[in-house]
């Protein structure tokens, strides 16, 4: 059973700048679709970025131009670089996994296509 672990938050000001790792651990990361989410309280997991085909990404309106998704098979591991901080992007935020059983990955957003989640690292930025 594949197993992530997510590290890398802090809390920094407005504008700043952190690097989560997600690390994936007890399978071959290649196996699987991988996908970066968050939540704040009161708020449903939003997706934020999501692999499609370990070529590219899909980006959530909320961080596209600011966060960078990246992979590596090799260190079993995903990485999302986030710059030009903001208050609202103060979040619990959460690496994803779901089997790729049909050779391909989407990219998807959505929280349900996904069965396998770490427990999360926050991330607060101040103003």
């Known amino acids: 059973q594949v197993r992530l672990a997510e590290s890398g938050g802090d809390s920094v000001e407005s504008g700043g700048s952190l690097r989560l790792s997600c690390q994936v651990s007890?399978?071959?990361?290649?196996?699987?679709?991988m996908a970066w989410f968050r939540q704040s309280p009161g708020n449903e997991r939003e997706g934020i970025a999501g692999?499609?085909?370990?070529?590219?990404?899909r980006y959530s309106e909320s961080v596209e131009g600011r966060f960078t998704y990246s992979q590596s098979n090799a260190e079993s591991a995903l990485y999302l670089q986030m710059t030009d901080l903001k208050p609202e992007d103060t979040a619990m935020y959460f690496c994803?996994?779901?089997?790729?059983?049909?050779?391909?990955?989407?990219?998807?957003?959505?929280?349900?296509?996904?069965?396998?989640w770490g427990q999360g690292t926050q991330v607060t930025v101040s103003s």
């Open positions: 994803a996994a779901v089997e790729n059983i049909r050779g391909s990955c989407s990219g998807s957003l959505r929280k349900y296509d996904y069965d396998v």
């Open positions: 007890g399978a071959p990361l290649g196996r699987y679709c």
């Open positions: 692999a499609i085909n370990y070529r590219s990404t």
